[in-house]
C-alpha cells in the first residue's frame, strides 16, 4: 500500500527534482528557477524548517516583485505544514506564519478546509507571484475535517481568496462571542 501519488509517473519524471533534505539549498534552488520564470512548486516537510529557507525567500523571491514594479515574474508555490495534533516532536508543533506577514511581494494563503486547500493550491500554481501557503497538518490526517471534495479549478486568483475576519451569528439574551481564528483553528472554533 503506498501513501503517496506517484507524481513523476502521473507527469513525467524530468519535471521533478529529487533533493536532498536541504531546506535551505532547494530554496535557493526554487528562487533561482522562478526568477527565470520557471513555475516551481516547493515543499518543505514541516513549517519549522522555513527559518533556514527565510533568507532566500523575504530577500529574493518577495522583494524582486517588488524592486521591479511586478514586471518581472516570480511563479514560487512554497507548501509549508504547520500545526500540532499530531505525535511529532520539537517545533514539528509550531506555525510560523506571523513573520511573513509584512514581508512585501510575498501571498500568504492559509486554508482552514480540505476544499480551501484544494483551492488555493491550484490559485497558488497559476500566479505568478511568490505564495506561502501554509497547511494545517490535521487537514491532511484528520478526518472530521474530510468532507466532499470538489476537484474543479477554481475561479479565483489567489489573491481574491480574502479574509473573513467575522462571521454572523445568532446572539441569544446572555449576549454573544467573537471567535477570530485562521487556519485549521477556524474549523476547531466552529
Known amino acids: 500500500l503506498?501513501?503517496?501519488l506517484p507524481l513523476g509517473a502521473?507527469?513525467?519524471?524530468r519535471r521533478f527534482l529529487d533533493t536532498p533534505l536541504d531546506e535551505?539549498?532547494?530554496?535557493?534552488?526554487?528562487?533561482?528557477m522562478a526568477m527565470n520564470d520557471k513555475p516551481v512548486f516547493l515543499e518543505?516537510?514541516?513549517?519549522?524548517?522555513?527559518?533556514s529557507m527565510a533568507n532566500h525567500i523575504m530577500t529574493h523571491a518577495s522583494r524582486l516583485r517588488e524592486r521591479t514594479n511586478g514586471r518581472i515574474n516570480q511563479p514560487l508555490t512554497i507548501v509549508l505544514p504547520y500545526g500540532g495534533g499530531i505525535p511529532l516532536i520539537e517545533h514539528h508543533r509550531e506555525e510560523e506564519v506571523m513573520p511573513f506577514v509584512s514581508d512585501p511581494g510575498l501571498i500568504l494563503a492559509v486554508p482552514s478546509t480540505v476544499q480551501e486547500f484544494y483551492d488555493m493550491t491550484w490559485a497558488a500554481v497559476a500566479s505568478n507571484k511568490p505564495v506561502l501557503l501554509f497547511v494545517p497538518k490535521l487537514l491532511y490526517r484528520d478526518q472530521a475535517a474530510?468532507?466532499?471534495l470538489v476537484r474543479a479549478i477554481p475561479n479565483l486568483t489567489i489573491e481574491n481568496f480574502g479574509c473573513g475576519l467575522a462571521k454572523d451569528a445568532e446572539v441569544g439574551e446572555r449576549g454573544g462571542v467573537t471567535i477570530v481564528s485562521f487556519g485549521r483553528m477556524a474549523y476547531t472554533a466552529l
Open 24 to 32: 535551505y539549498g532547494t530554496a535557493c534552488i526554487a528562487v533561482g
Open 10 to 13: 502521473i507527469f513525467c519524471e
Open 146 to 148: 474530510k468532507g466532499d
Open 2 to 4: 503506498k501513501n503517496y
Open 44 to 51: 518543505a516537510q514541516f513549517s519549522g524548517f522555513v527559518y
